[in-house]
Every structure is written in structure tokens, then in C-alpha cells.
T-cell receptor
Framework: EVQLVESGGGLVQPGGSLRLSCVVS????????MNWVRQAPGKGLEWVSF????????NYADSVKGRFTISRDNTKNSLYLQMNSLRAEDTAVYYC????????????WGQGTMITVSS | QSVLTQPPSVSGAPGQRVTISCTGS?????????IHWYQQLPGTAPKLLIY???KRPSGVPDRFSVSQSGTSASLAITGLQAEDEADYYC??????????FGTGTKVTVL
């Protein structure tokens, strides 16, 4: 079964840091592009970051550029998001999502992990 | 990042047809990038509903279809069913090297 499982969420103070992980199973991880997408409480989806299979190409949304770092370890079937200088507006459920092999749709999603930034 | 604009809500009776619009710009939909649609049932993660040119993942009924023209796209649901009550999002690539999502539409089955 193809599966993405996020972890690392929790409560953090403004200005703090947190590292999210997404462990995948059921498919060969290395060829696939991966993304992080977030959803603030009661709000819509916001794309956060993209990483190619080889990690040669990385992109970020303007809202997180310079604060968040996406990475992957293909030997561990894992995707990461290092989040620094967290702000209240970063409070959201964070999903990892697989980029489809052919189209650039996000064809598989994890269940999400909640990040709350509050003092 | 730019966003794609959707109506906040649409509703219809069981069996009816509803459509959800998705309006973008020349840097995303108008640039010819594929449009994808996602369904998010209450309390769950989004699920890919339709991708590319009316392609459906396994298990998605053909009651769902899409169309596109210029800088806009639309998702149509025919034969509306209670299980279709959910939030729907369009998504595209943007020439700013990012991805953009629509603002989301809540579908209510009356």
C-alpha cells in the first residue's frame, strides 16, 4: 500500500524551530518529486515547498522562503521540512504530497501533522 | 504567490448538476499549465480527483468532469450525491516556479 506518514508536529513558541518528517512506503521513493502543503485552521490549501527526486531542484513559497528548508533522504525513504523563525501565521496542518510521475498533480497525500505556533 | 479564485460555496439537490469555477491568470491557467482538482472530505486529507485533461484516478466516478478555457477552468459534478459533500480545490503550476491552489469551494448537498 502506498503511504505517506508525517510526524514532528506540535506546539512551538514564536521564533522557534521544528522539523517535520514524512516517511513513505509502498513505492520507490527516489524518482518522485515531493511537496509540502499546509492548511491553516478553517482555511484553504497553500503550497509550501517542492523538491525534485534528486534534490537538484528546490522551490519555496514566498511566505516561507529563507525560513523553511526542504530536504530528502532517499536511502531512508524520507522527506523533511526544517522550519525556523516560526510565526503565528505558520500555524497549520502540514501535508506531504507526492508529485505524480507524469502530470504535476499531487497524487498521494499524507494524513497531515499539526503545527501550532503560540506563546 | 498568486492564487486561483473559486466561489466559496455551491449547493444542489441530489441528482442535480453543479459546477465550480476556477479563475487564474496568464501566469498559470492562461499559460497552458495543467489544472488539477482535489476533493477534501471533512476532517481528512485532500485527495486527487481529476488531473490533466479529464483524467481520473482509479475509483473516481465519471460524474466528475472538467473543462478549461483561457484563464479559467471548471469542475462539473453531475448526478450529485450526498457523498460528494466536501471541499474542492483546483491547482496549477505557476510561471513563478511555484504551485498555486484555488481558494476552495464547499459543496453542499441539499
Amino acid at each position: 500500500e502506498v503511504q505517506l506518514v508525517e510526524s514532528g508536529g506540535g506546539l512551538v513558541q514564536p521564533g522557534g524551530s521544528l522539523r517535520l518528517s514524512c516517511v513513505v512506503s509502498g513505492f520507490i521513493f527516489s524518482p518522485y518529486e515531493m511537496n509540502w502543503v499546509r492548511q491553516a485552521p478553517g482555511k484553504g490549501l497553500e503550497w509550501v515547498s517542492f523538491i525534485s527526486g534528486s534534490a537538484n531542484t528546490i522551490n519555496y513559497a514566498d511566505s516561507v522562503k529563507g525560513r523553511f528548508t526542504i530536504s530528502r533522504d532517499n536511502t531512508k525513504n524520507s522527506l523533511y521540512l526544517q522550519m525556523n523563525s516560526l510565526r503565528a501565521e505558520d500555524t497549520a496542518v502540514y501535508y506531504c504530497a507526492r508529485g505524480a510521475a507524469v502530470d504535476d498533480a499531487f497524487d498521494i497525500w499524507g494524513q497531515g501533522t499539526m503545527i501550532t505556533v503560540s506563546s | 504567490q498568486s492564487v486561483l479564485t473559486q466561489p466559496p460555496s455551491v449547493s444542489g439537490a441530489p441528482g442535480q448538476r453543479v459546477t465550480i469555477s476556477c479563475t487564474g491568470s496568464s501566469s498559470n491557467i492562461g499559460a497552458g499549465y495543467d489544472i488539477h482538482w482535489y476533493q477534501q472530505l471533512p476532517g481528512t486529507a485532500p485527495k486527487l480527483l481529476i488531473y490533466g485533461n479529464n483524467k481520473r484516478p482509479s475509483g473516481v466516478p465519471d460524474r466528475f468532469s472538467v473543462s478549461q478555457s483561457g484563464t479559467s477552468a471548471s469542475l462539473a459534478i453531475t448526478g450529485l450525491q450526498a457523498e460528494d459533500e466536501a471541499d474542492y480545490y483546483c491547482q496549477s503550476h505557476d510561471s513563478s516556479l511555484s504551485y498555486v491552489f484555488g481558494t476552495g469551494t464547499k459543496v453542499t448537498v441539499l
